[in-house]
């Protein structure tokens, strides 16, 4: 094993008991000792306990307060802090997956996986490795539902539609017609129409009520 014994760790999810089960089942499972030494649900508060002359271990979900995970990831990448980071996270959606990577992340671990996965991923994550836990995807699976259980929450709808559908979306929520649209984005009107059907399919809606009610209730736009 090659902890660094300088390393502490900093937990971040949005559900209390999680967070206090894997305070628990660290305390016994690193090979060396390692703390928990601060947790939160939030990722802006994250990122205030995070010290650029102090070595730390993010271990994270992506759906957090004020800030998310992204932004977190992000942050940490202009900064330049000294910190790896490993996302422990339910999503198992590869586009979501993919951005994680893209966005600096060291390791990606579903929850649902074994929980004596979570110290090799500390290890591997620690060594400056990239790892990717079982049942960890980039690509989508040929044969599986196009979006699986992917849109549960507002967090995966808004990581999950284009920055095109975006723009076509909060265009829609100001009550433009396809063809005003077509003329703001400089695209044809058939291509707003397959952006529209592409969003509404995505979102699991079947008319622009329940399209607006998604997209407010979610804070899409």
Do not use: W
Not at 66 to 95: H, M, N, W
Request: glycine share 6%; net charge positive.
């Amino acid at each position: 094993m090659n902890f660094n014994l300088k390393n502490q760790i900093v937990l971040a999810d949005p559900h209390p008991f999680f967070r206090m089960g894997v305070c628990q089942y660290l305390e016994n499972a690193l090979p060396v000792p390692m703390e928990v030494r601060f947790q939160t649900n939030s990722g802006k508060v994250l990122l205030n306990h995070l010290h650029p002359e102090e070595d730390s271990l993010v271990v994270m979900e992506l759906n957090l307060a004020e800030k998310d995970g992204f932004q977190v990831l992000e942050t940490i990448q202009k900064r330049r802090l000294p910190v790896k980071c490993l996302i422990l996270s339910s999503y198992a959606d590869p586009k979501i997956i993919k951005r994680a990577y893209q966005a600096g992340a060291g390791g990606y671990l579903l929850k649902r996986s074994d929980p004596t996965a979570l110290p090799e991923a500390i290890e591997v994550v620690l060594r400056g490795e990239i790892f990717m836990g079982e049942g960890v995807q980039l690509n989508q699976s040929k044969g599986s539902d196009r979006f699986e259980k992917s849109f549960e929450d507002g967090f995966a709808q808004k990581y999950l539609l284009t920055r095109r559908e975006i723009e076509v979306l909060r265009l829609i929520s100001d009550a433009l017609s396809s063809k005003e649209i077509a003329r703001k984005l400089y695209i044809s009107d058939q291509t707003v129409g397959v952006h529209r059907k592409n969003i509404m399919r995505k979102l699991g809606v079947n008319n622009v009520a329940e399209l607006m009610r998604t997209a407010f209730d979610h804070s899409l736009i």
